[in-house]
Structures are given as C-alpha cells and as structure tokens.
C-alpha cells in the first residue's frame, strides 16, 4: 500500500515536458515535490498566479503570495500574476493541460464527486467545478477506499457530483486506474505486495483486468 | 482629475444599509478589505448578502460579521475554512448559494461590463444545473448564469492615488478587479495613497473610472491560514 507521498509520487510520472498543471489541495499539493528537475512545467494555481515555486523560508513568508489551499508560497522565475477571471479564462479555455486533484467517490464512467456531504460536510466546491468541466487531462488522487472500508471507485457516484465524465485516471493506494472512454474502469498497475484480486476485491465498479499486472515503479 | 478620497473606512461605509448587497474582494484571507469591514462591524446593519469567494475564518474577515449576526445570505465557492458559517448553514440560520469559483468571477465580471449572462461548462450534470437553461454548443452541454452586481463593492488594493486607480499585489488581486467594476458604490482601501499622476498608468490594474470611494488603509493584519515554510 502507497502512503500519500508515494501516491504523489507516482502520479508525478504522468506529468510531461512543456505542461500547464493545476495541483488541487491535498496529495495533488505533494506531486510538485516529484516532478523531475528535467522537465520545464508550469504550475497554476487557480486564486491567480502561474508559476508557483517551493514554500518560502521563514523570512521570506508574504501573506499577499498563498496557493488555493491559502498556504504561503513563493514564484518561479518567469511568473505571471492575474485575477480570477483570467485565472478561470484559462482553466476554461483549455489552455491548462493537466488538472490533479483528490476525490470522495469516482464512478465507473469518469464521473467524480468531491465537494459535498449532504446534511454533514458544507465545504463548496471551490474551482473543482470548472476545472474538471475544462480540463483535457483529469487524475484523481485518493485512497481506494473510505476510512470505514467502503469502495472509492463505484458503479454510480453516492454523493453530489462535481462533474461527469471527466476523469482519465486514478491513482490510489493500491492501484493506478484507468477510466475507459466507454465506460468502466482498466487496472494499469497494482502497488508493491498488493495483488490483483485485493484490488478487484476492493473496487464496486467494473474493472477490467488484461494479462500481468505489473507493479507501480518509482 | 476627479478626486475619490475619503478620510477613513468609518466616513466610507457610512452609508451603507442594511438588506444591501455587498462584495468583498480576497482569496482565503488575502486581499480582503481589513478596514471596511471593521468600520462594518461597528454599525447596526443587519440582513445584508455578501458575495465573497470565502467566508473568512471564525475570528477573522467575513467570519466576524456572520458572529454578529448582519448577514442573511452568503454568494461563494468555498466557505471551508470557518465553523460558525458551517453551522449557521446546516441549522438552516444563514442563507447560502455555493457556486464554482471561475462561475463566481465570471458572474461579477459580466455583473461589471454589462453582459447579463452567459454559457459555462461548469457545473453541467451537478446540482448548480438545477432550474438553469441547459444549451448545447458544438457538441458539448453548458448552463447558463446571470451576472452579479453589489449595491457596494469592497475591494482592497497595495497602491491606490486618489483618481481611485489600484495596484494590487502578489495573490491579493483575485477578485478584486471583477468586484470593482460591478459595485454600484465601490470602496477601495489601500496600503499606500498617493497624489495621481505618481502611479505609472502601464502599471494600473484597475482603473479609477470603477472606485467611487478610495482611503489610506491602517494597521494591516494581513493574516495567514496556512503558515507553510520550507526548511532551506
């Protein structure tokens, strides 16, 4: 089983050369840790700035320079600072590649649900909805399963949605999931020690399984 | 040039009223207009609908004005970080109306530049679809959102002059510039005024043309959520 460190580490392998990345809070936060020091990617971050670079030293700490998850931050060289409607301008005009973000549920068809429990959690949705609605390439971090046991990956979300058919991909604790455009989801790769029938055990929806499984690499 | 000075947040917001529509700029606690709503929080108002991203923190920001009881409805996309708004909301106490951050700006931008709705993917197939005209465009489904105007935005700026043209600074801009333009009576403070003609006009984000109101901000607190440091 992957801890939330691994998991980030994995999903940076998805990340290419020349990228516009929106990280959401959370694990997705974590993959900027990951990302090879060889490939030149942007990161954006939705309350206005393009360009995020590590967490400031103590002395260096501004609280006019946060990240969606209002932690302090710094820039990278060759930033760009803008308001949130050029920031959803370009979350919504597709000109941001790849969108990371965590998860409740996500349903066999890609569809993702992650901001609300009805009558318990009122947090909103902040821009999970634009992105996701926007976004040509979506992966999901999250645990397989809720902290009561309870399949993450289902047939059909349980909770609100956030946006349907959206998601390409999921990396878990367990497995890297594929979602098919047709519908149902396809395991890539199974975590070290874990075995293909745990995973299947553990996941409600359709999961397509074809040949060797092989094991996540890092 | 036309001046927009006033002396301080109290003479600023004197009159606001209650059941008016506010807007406040900021992200999370950045870039929100400190003064304006202390100057709020000492005047009887109450019933008022705030639109903001956020809603502050418990001790903080919009969060002190939800303590005092002076609003009735919340427009924003995110309220996570505050656990009197929770409860207020789930006890049904306060009105509230979530919708997608890029919806949000996107409402008060067009709120600003006349355009009283238009088509956004986001949203499409949730339940911000509910009662909203559906359209399809070149083969993909978007709703359709009406704009958002205040009868007093409050925006919080780094450098202003007395023309009312700001300069924001770092992550602090956010909605600042969107809700400028859409207050019928825009407030802006800032850290730093001076005269006009000493702000380079290549450099202005918002224009004065949209402040109706500017002053000399004090005592910033400027706090932070989410303190995070690196060690080297």
Redesign the interface.
């Known amino acids: 089983m992957l801890n939330k460190d691994q998991i980030a580490q994995r999903i940076a392998k998805e990340v290419q050369n020349g990228q516009y990345i929106n990280l959401g809070i959370g694990i997705p936060t974590l993959v900027a840790n990951y990302i090879p020091d060889d490939l030149e990617v942007v990161l954006q971050?939705?309350?206005?700035?393009l360009g995020i670079g590590?967490?400031?030293?103590?002395d260096k700490?501004?609280?006019?320079?946060?990240?969606a998850?209002?932690?302090?931050?710094t820039m990278s060289k060759g930033s760009a600072?803008?308001?949130?409607?050029e920031?959803?301008a370009m979350?919504?005009g597709g000109h941001v590649h790849l969108t990371i973000l965590g998860a409740m549920e996500v349903s066999e068809n890609g569809?993702i649900a992650n901001w609300k429990i009805p009558?318990k959690?009122?947090?909103?949705?902040?821009?999970?909805?634009?992105l996701v609605?926007?976004a040509e390439n979506i992966i999901v971090a999250m645990q397989h399963c809720s902290k009561d046991g309870q399949s993450k990956l289902l047939k059909e979300c349980s909770l609100?949605?956030?946006?349907?058919r959206c998601v390409k991909k999921i990396v878990t604790d367990l497995a890297v999931v594929e979602v098919l455009p047709e519908g149902g989801f396809r395991l890539l790769e199974r975590a070290p020690g874990v075995s293909v029938q745990e995973i299947i055990d553990k996941t409600e929806g359709r999961m397509l399984v074809e040949g060797e499984i092989p094991e996540m690499s890092f | 040039m036309i001046n927009k000075t006033v002396a301080n947040a109290e003479v600023a917001v004197a009159d606001v009223f209650s059941n008016a529509v506010l807007m406040l700029g900021g992200?999370?606690?950045?870039?929100i207009p400190e003064n304006s709503i202390k100057a709020l929080l000492a005047r009887d108002l109450h019933g008022l609908t705030c639109i903001s991203?956020n809603a502050g923190v418990d001790d903080f920001g919009i969060g002190l004005m939800l303590q005092k009881r002076m609003v009735k409805k919340m427009i924003?996309?995110?309220?996570?970080?505050n656990a009197e708004f929770?409860r207020q909301?789930?006890s049904g106490e306060l009105e509230?109306e979530?919708?997608?951050?890029?919806?949000?700006?996107?409402r008060?931008?067009a709120g600003g530049a006349g355009i009283p709705a238009f088509f956004?993917?986001?949203?499409?197939?949730?339940?911000?679809a509910d009662g909203k005209e559906l359209r399809e465009f070149d083969g993909k489904l978007y709703l359709l959102e009406r704009w958002l105007k205040a009868d007093f935005a409050f925006v919080k700026a780094?450098k202003g002059d007395t023309a009312g043209n700001l300069i924001?600074?770092?992550?602090?801009?956010?909605?600042?510039?969107?809700m400028a333009a859409a207050g019928k009576i825009t407030i802006a403070e800032v850290e730093e005024l001076v005269p006009a003609g000493e702000l380079n006009p290549n450099e202005i984000?918002t224009p004065g043309i949209y402040v109706q109101r500017i002053f000399q901000g004090k005592d910033y607190e400027?706090?932070?959520?989410?303190?995070?440091?690196?060690?080297?």
């Open positions: 971050s939705e309350n206005g700035l590590p967490f400031p030293t103590e700490v501004d609280p006019d320079l946060i990240n998850g209002k932690q302090t931050i600072l803008f308001n949130s409607s920031s959803f979350i919504r569809d009558g959690m009122v947090k909103g949705m902040g821009g999970a909805m634009d609605a926007s609100p949605i956030t946006g349907i | 992200f999370g606690l950045s870039g991203n924003s996309s995110y309220v996570g970080e929770e909301l789930l509230v979530l919708i997608p951050q890029g919806t949000l700006a996107e008060v931008r956004t993917p986001a949203g499409v197939g949730t339940e911000v780094w924001f600074k770092g992550t602090a801009r956010n909605f600042n510039p969107m984000h400027k706090r932070i959520e989410q303190r995070t440091v690196s060690r080297k």
